[in-house]
C-alpha cells in the first residue's frame, strides 16, 4: 500500500496510517481538538487590545473608527477593551491636556518657582544690558563705516 519513500499510495491516507507518520500525536481526535481550541484563542485575542505605546506619531495612528459588528466592541467591566473603547479613551485624554484652564494653572505654578531679582539686582541687570546694546550698536555701526569707504574707494 505504499511506496518505497513510505508514503501510501491513493488520494487519502487511512487514519491509522496518519496517526503513526504523526510525531507525538496519539490519536487525530486529539489533534483536531487541539486545533480547534488553538483557532478559537485566535478568534478571541482579535478583539482584545494589545498594550500601545503611550505617545504616537503624528500621522501614524489608525483613525478614531473600528470595523463594524465587532463581537466584543463596547465592553466594560472585562479585564480588554475594545478598539474603539481605548481610542475614545485616548481622545479624551488628549482634551484634558489640553484645556485652557489647565494650561493657566500650570503657568502660575512655574511662575511661583521663578527667582525673581530685588531692586538693585534689578537696576544692575538693567544698566549691563543697556551698555551691551549700545556697544553693539557702536561696533555695527563702525564696521558700516568701513564698508561704505571701502566700497567708494573701489568702485569710486
Do not use: C, H
Not at 10 to 26: L, N, S, T
Not at 30 to 50: G, P, S
Not at 51 to 79: I, K, L
Amino acid at each position: 500500500m505504499s511506496d518505497k519513500d513510505g508514503e501510501p499510495n491513493g488520494d487519502r491516507p487511512d487514519a491509522e496510517q496518519f496517526d503513526r507518520d504523526a510525531p507525538g500525536v496519539d490519536d487525530a481526535a486529539e489533534l483536531e481538538a487541539a486545533e480547534a481550541e488553538i483557532a478559537d484563542e485566535a478568534e478571541t485575542d482579535e478583539d482584545k487590545v494589545v498594550a500601545t505605546p503611550t505617545r504616537r506619531q503624528r500621522g501614524t495612528g489608525r483613525s478614531g473608527s473600528s470595523p463594524a459588528g465587532r463581537p466584543g466592541e463596547g465592553r466594560t467591566g472585562e479585564g480588554t477593551r475594545s478598539r474603539a473603547a481605548a481610542e475614545r479613551a485616548r481622545a479624551e485624554e488628549l482634551r484634558d491636556k489640553r484645556s485652557i484652564g489647565r494650561f493657566l494653572r500650570e503657568v502660575v505654578a512655574e511662575l511661583r518657582k521663578v527667582i525673581w531679582p530685588g531692586r538693585k539686582e534689578l537696576i544692575t541687570y538693567t544698566t549691563v544690558v543697556i551698555i551691551f546694546v549700545a556697544v553693539m550698536v557702536a561696533l555695527v555701526a563702525g564696521l558700516d563705516i568701513v564698508f561704505a569707504q571701502g566700497v567708494l574707494a573701489v568702485f569710486g
